[in-house]
């Protein structure tokens, strides 16, 4: 998608991302990491009881290079920094959700369910209130941060699709003129 530096640094401007946000959640980084497995656990035990996410997710081999995958994301979150490997991260997830079929309203519910987790395990270790509610608060910025680039993702890969089937109906097109031209000089 070509997104390079100055386009990420409008960005986290746009959604007030910036050092003190990134410095804050990276002062939680051990913390989370050390409570990432109960935090994936919790999400999946809620994710496996909506029907549509259970039908996705399929099997077991499945659910483990997806809790994987979810672990390595949350202590992403908390790294304090936004590099080129975390945005194209950020981009793959987008591509997979799409491929698998993740419709947008199950993968926002997800990231609000993950994030009600998180804030909970954050609350259960942060004792000063305001600390925790700056921590909770460049949680949602860098969230929004991820939702964008996962549906700048999504979308474009929707108009890929909508170019290809343009393409493909100007070939058919295009052969049906051929067979009227050839069928009228007949």
Do not use: W
Not at 38 to 50: A, G, H, K, N, P
């Amino acid at each position: 998608m070509k997104i390079g530096d100055i386009e990420i640094q409008h960005r986290m401007d746009l959604l007030l991302i910036n050092k003190d946000a990134l410095e804050l959640l990276s002062a939680y980084h051990s913390m989370i990491e050390i409570n990432v497995d109960e935090i994936v656990d919790e999400f999946y035990v809620l994710q496996t009881e909506i029907d549509e996410i259970s039908l996705l997710i399929g099997d077991a081999d499945t659910l483990v290079r997806l809790k994987n995958a979810l672990r390595k994301y949350i202590t992403d979150l908390f790294l304090g920094e936004r590099s080129p490997e975390y945005i194209n991260n950020r981009l793959r997830i987008g591509l997979v959700h799409k491929r698998i079929g993740v419709e947008p309203k199950l993968y926002l519910s997800a990231i609000m369910m993950l994030k009600k987790i998180i804030a909970k395990c954050l609350r259960a270790r942060i004792e000063d209130i305001e600390k925790y509610s700056l921590v909770l608060d460049a949680l949602d910025r860098v969230l929004y941060f991820d939702i964008t680039l996962v549906f700048d993702t999504y979308i474009d890969s929707l108009v890929s699709e909508i170019e290809i089937a343009k393409r493909k109906t100007e070939v058919y097109a295009n052969s049906l003129e051929i067979k009227v031209a050839e069928r009228t000089q007949q």
